[in-house]
């Protein structure tokens, strides 16, 4: 496989992929987040959209990413993969990825997709952008913004060809301050993992579903391939807080720092009525008063809930990124000019542990009026 990228980028024609991961046969929901991004990508280049699926008897999944947009998927079975492995994974896809030669191959950043991404895109000698937040395709608006403003001598840029069809990969730098665009105009498939729940899921379409193409590529896998073997899977006792899937989600801020313990009790408290979980803001979670998985923002999760309440968050643009497409903001904070009142739909002006108290009797009233 050394001499994979030696090929001409124009011979990558086999359309825009997404790895679609599943564990224990249950299809994760970041797969179904990137086949309905990979879909306009892949429309924006007039090409077609792939899954590539690995296990062991996991046929009767693919078709469901059908309905999300995939126009086919390549299903890899072997009792060999009936577990994740590095070394077994990166293999497989590899072989796969040179006999048909993706122009772009999309990965969750998930704890396997993490782990995947660099080895495979390693193996393939093409470039990987982790933690993207946003995607898209658009070289000649690029090529103008470099002349502009980059420091690329002028011979460099002019090699990115207007028919490269570069991917533009845009993710957090410099702790989350600043957003980087980047691109990978030398070598193909052009590679980048994707934060879970940043991008919106498809509404399934049965009759996409129906005609979704299951293609069984050839590979080889043998033990000898395997230099790790998993012995046994043990599921954490430990659930962690689903920020993702929940549809009302209560966040702190740093306003509950005169009396964290009340604070983070009133958010509890106003997120069981509500019938949600709480979220955090990344002061929260520096200081150590929460744990990492409650986080929100540009460097936590990205939620899309029905509610989301703010609670003495001042609403910088890293948090804001990780919220802004609730369907229902409600703000509460002291500070008038808090930046959160701008996306807002409701905010209150007030000390959230005189207004929370209010909130939560005025839900459980209206509740028992029921």
């Given at each position: 496989m050394s001499n994979f990228n030696s090929a001409a980028i124009e011979e990558f024609n086999g359309g825009v992929w997404v790895f679609c991961e599943q564990r224990q046969g249950e299809m994760m929901s970041t797969s179904f987040e990137l086949i309905s991004e990979g879909r306009k990508l892949a429309d924006e280049l007039g090409s077609k959209l792939y899954g590539i699926l690995l296990g062991d008897d996991v046929e009767g999944l693919a078709r469901e990413l059908g309905g999300y947009g995939a126009d086919g998927v390549y299903v890899c079975q072997s009792p060999l993969l009936k577990n994740y492995t590095t070394d077994g994974y990166t293999k497989v896809i590899c072989d796969v990825v040179e006999q048909y030669k993706p122009e772009v191959f999309l990965i969750g950043a998930t704890n396997i997709g993490r782990d995947l991404g660099p080895r495979c895109a390693a193996r393939l000698h093409t470039g990987l952008c982790a933690d993207?937040?946003?995607l898209d395709i658009d070289v000649p608006k690029y090529k103008e913004f470099l002349r502009s403003s980059s420091t690329l001598a002028p011979n460099m840029i002019d090699a990115i060809k207007e028919d490269d069809r570069n991917l533009k990969m845009t993710r957090p730098a410099f702790g989350g301050h600043l957003m980087a665009t980047i691109i990978c105009p030398r070598f193909r498939p052009a590679m980048a993992t994707v934060r879970p729940g940043v991008m919106k899921k498809n509404e399934f379409d049965k009759a996409r579903a129906d005609a979704c193409e299951i293609i069984k590529p050839e590979f080889t896998l043998?033990?000898?391939?395997?230099?790790?073997?998993?012995?046994?899977?043990?599921?954490?006792?430990?659930?962690l807080v689903d920020l993702i899937g929940a549809e009302v989600v209560v966040s702190v801020g740093r306003g509950?720092?005169?009396?964290?313990q009340t604070g983070l009790k009133l958010a509890e408290e106003l997120a069981e009525v509500l019938g949600g979980v709480v979220g955090a803001s990344r002061a929260v979670v520096d200081s150590g008063w929460i744990s990492a998985d409650h986080q929100v923002g540009q460097t936590g999760k990205t939620v899309h809930p029905r509610i989301y309440v703010a609670l003495g968050i001042s609403g910088a643009i890293q948090h804001k990124a990780g919220m802004q497409?609730?369907?229902?903001?409600?703000?509460?904070?002291?500070n008038a000019a808090a930046p959160i009142f701008e996306c807002a739909d409701y905010g209150i002006e007030g000390d959230l542990f005189k207004v929370v108290p209010m909130m939560i009797e005025a839900i459980k009233a209206a509740k028992a009026a029921k």
């Amino acid at each position: 496989m050394s001499n994979f990228n030696s090929a001409a980028i124009e011979e990558f024609n086999g359309g825009v992929w997404v790895f679609c991961e599943q564990r224990q046969g249950e299809m994760m929901s970041t797969s179904f987040e990137l086949i309905s991004e990979g879909r306009k990508l892949a429309d924006e280049l007039g090409s077609k959209l792939y899954g590539i699926l690995l296990g062991d008897d996991v046929e009767g999944l693919a078709r469901e990413l059908g309905g999300y947009g995939a126009d086919g998927v390549y299903v890899c079975q072997s009792p060999l993969l009936k577990n994740y492995t590095t070394d077994g994974y990166t293999k497989v896809i590899c072989d796969v990825v040179e006999q048909y030669k993706p122009e772009v191959f999309l990965i969750g950043a998930t704890n396997i997709g993490r782990d995947l991404g660099p080895r495979c895109a390693a193996r393939l000698h093409t470039g990987l952008c982790a933690d993207c937040t946003h995607l898209d395709i658009d070289v000649p608006k690029y090529k103008e913004f470099l002349r502009s403003s980059s420091t690329l001598a002028p011979n460099m840029i002019d090699a990115i060809k207007e028919d490269d069809r570069n991917l533009k990969m845009t993710r957090p730098a410099f702790g989350g301050h600043l957003m980087a665009t980047i691109i990978c105009p030398r070598f193909r498939p052009a590679m980048a993992t994707v934060r879970p729940g940043v991008m919106k899921k498809n509404e399934f379409d049965k009759a996409r579903a129906d005609a979704c193409e299951i293609i069984k590529p050839e590979f080889t896998l043998t033990e000898a391939d395997m230099q790790t073997q998993v012995t046994e899977v043990v599921k954490a006792a430990k659930k962690l807080v689903d920020l993702i899937g929940a549809e009302v989600v209560v966040s702190v801020g740093r306003g509950i720092s005169k009396d964290v313990q009340t604070g983070l009790k009133l958010a509890e408290e106003l997120a069981e009525v509500l019938g949600g979980v709480v979220g955090a803001s990344r002061a929260v979670v520096d200081s150590g008063w929460i744990s990492a998985d409650h986080q929100v923002g540009q460097t936590g999760k990205t939620v899309h809930p029905r509610i989301y309440v703010a609670l003495g968050i001042s609403g910088a643009i890293q948090h804001k990124a990780g919220m802004q497409d609730a369907e229902c903001i409600i703000a509460v904070n002291k500070n008038a000019a808090a930046p959160i009142f701008e996306c807002a739909d409701y905010g209150i002006e007030g000390d959230l542990f005189k207004v929370v108290p209010m909130m939560i009797e005025a839900i459980k009233a209206a509740k028992a009026a029921k």
